[in-house]
C-alpha cells in the first residue's frame, strides 16, 4: 500500500532566494537519484513541491512544503534510513534549515 511522506521547511532568515531555491531543486531532484538496491532504478512513485501560497495563516513559520509518495513502507524506510542520496542532501540541511516538520501515511488508514 503506497506511502505518502509529506516535509515542510523553514529556512534561516540568512539565506537568500537562490540559496533557499538550491535547496529546493536539490530536494525535487531526488526522485532521479534515488536508485532501489536491488533494481538500480529510481522508486519514488511520484513527488512535488514548492513555495507556500496558503491564506489561512497556520504555516508555523514553514515556507516550503514536499509530497513523495512510495509505493511500500520499504521503499519509504530505504529512502529515510539507507539512500546515500537521501543521505547526502539531509547532510547538508543543518546550516540552512530552521526547522523542519515530516509526517507520512497511508491514504485512508485512520
Given at each position: 500500500?503506497?506511502?505518502?511522506?509529506?516535509?515542510?521547511?523553514?529556512?534561516?532568515?540568512?539565506?537568500?532566494?537562490?540559496?533557499?531555491?538550491?535547496?529546493?531543486?536539490?530536494?525535487?531532484?531526488?526522485?532521479?537519484?534515488?536508485?532501489?538496491?536491488?533494481?538500480g532504478k529510481p522508486f519514488i512513485k511520484s513527488h512535488g513541491g514548492g513555495r507556500?501560497?496558503?491564506?489561512?495563516?497556520?504555516?508555523?513559520?514553514?515556507?516550503?512544503?514536499?509530497?513523495?509518495?512510495?509505493?511500500?513502507?520499504?521503499?519509504?524506510?530505504?529512502?529515510?534510513?539507507?539512500?546515500?542520496?537521501?543521505?547526502?542532501?539531509?547532510?547538508?540541511?543543518?546550516?540552512?534549515?530552521a526547522g523542519a516538520r515530516v509526517v507520512d501515511f497511508t491514504p485512508g488508514e485512520?
Amino acid at each position: 500500500m503506497a506511502i505518502i511522506h509529506i516535509v515542510l521547511f523553514q529556512f534561516k532568515d540568512t539565506l537568500s532566494t537562490k540559496e533557499v531555491d538550491d535547496v529546493c531543486q536539490r530536494m525535487l531532484a531526488l526522485v532521479d537519484k534515488c536508485v532501489h538496491p536491488k533494481t538500480g532504478k529510481p522508486f519514488i512513485k511520484s513527488h512535488g513541491g514548492g513555495r507556500d501560497n496558503s491564506i489561512e495563516g497556520f504555516q508555523g513559520g514553514f515556507t516550503h512544503g514536499f509530497v513523495y509518495e512510495f509505493e511500500t513502507r520499504e521503499d519509504r524506510d530505504y529512502y529515510v534510513r539507507e539512500d546515500p542520496a537521501h543521505q547526502e542532501f539531509v547532510a547538508g540541511l543543518k546550516d540552512v534549515l530552521a526547522g523542519a516538520r515530516v509526517v507520512d501515511f497511508t491514504p485512508g488508514e485512520f
